[in-house]
Antibody, heavy 120, light 107 residues
């Protein structure tokens, strides 16, 4: 059974940083692209970043480019998102999502999310 | 960036009725469009990919159609568990993008 478990969220001041993690199990982690998708309270979904199975290729939304960094450790079956220079508008639930075989930018399994709140 | 516009924002229907949801792209995405369902407090669930292919385990009452810029998700006969928010998503161009969502509520 595929499982994705996010952690690392919390309350942080504007300008602060966090590292979000997503522990994966139930599939061969290194064979699949992964993404982060966020959802502000009461709002819709916003794609944030994606990474290839090997970790060599990454993509970012314009809204986070230069502030966020996606990475993965395939030996630990874990996906990361380093979030820096946080702003109030980054407040959201952050989901990690797995891409299906043969796809890069589709999401067939999602975690339950970790909440990031940016406030002073 | 490709903008996806979903309509209507809210659809009020009764169980057993047919639901028709629309997603329009600001430029062609070919058939690279997916639909997701999200219930309160839950993560989204993939329903349809590549415009018309049902994901694993998705009931046949869900169907998708369209190509280019205009897409439709149809729920042929609403079940109580289908009342939720539905999002479309394009994977044709980076950055990826989602529509703003359509809430299907009980009338």
């Amino acid at each position: 059974e595929v499982q994705l478990l996010e952690s690392g969220g919390g309350l942080v001041q504007p300008g602060g940083s966090l590292r979000l993690s997503c522990a994966a199990s139930g599939f061969t982690f290194s064979s699949y692209a992964m993404s982060w998708v966020r959802q502000a309270p009461g709002k819709g979904l916003e794609w944030v970043s994606a990474i290839s199975g090997g970790g060599g290729t990454t993509f970012y939304a314009d809204s986070v480019k230069g502030r966020f960094a996606i990475s993965r450790d395939n030996s630990k079956n874990t996906l990361y998102l380093q979030v820096n220079s946080l702003r109030a508008e980054d407040t959201a639930v952050y989901y990690c999502a797995k891409a299906p075989s043969g796809y890069y930018s589709l999401f067939d399994y999602w975690g339950q999310g970790t909440l990031v709140t940016v406030s002073s | 960036e490709i903008v996806l516009t979903q309509s209507p924002a809210t659809l009020s229907l009764s169980p057993g009725e047919r639901a028709t949801l629309s997603c329009r792209a600001s430029q062609s995405v070919s058939s690279s469009l997916a639909w997701y369902q999200q219930k309160p407090g839950q993560a989204p669930r993939l329903l349809i990919y590549d415009a018309s292919n049902r994901a694993t385990g998705i009931p046949a009452r869900f169907s998708g159609s369209g190509s280019g810029t205009d897409f439709t998700l149809t729920i042929s006969s609403l079940e109580p568990e289908d009342f939720a928010v539905y999002y479309c998503q394009q994977r044709s161009n980076w950055p990826l993008s989602f529509g703003g969502g359509t809430k299907v509520e009980i009338k």
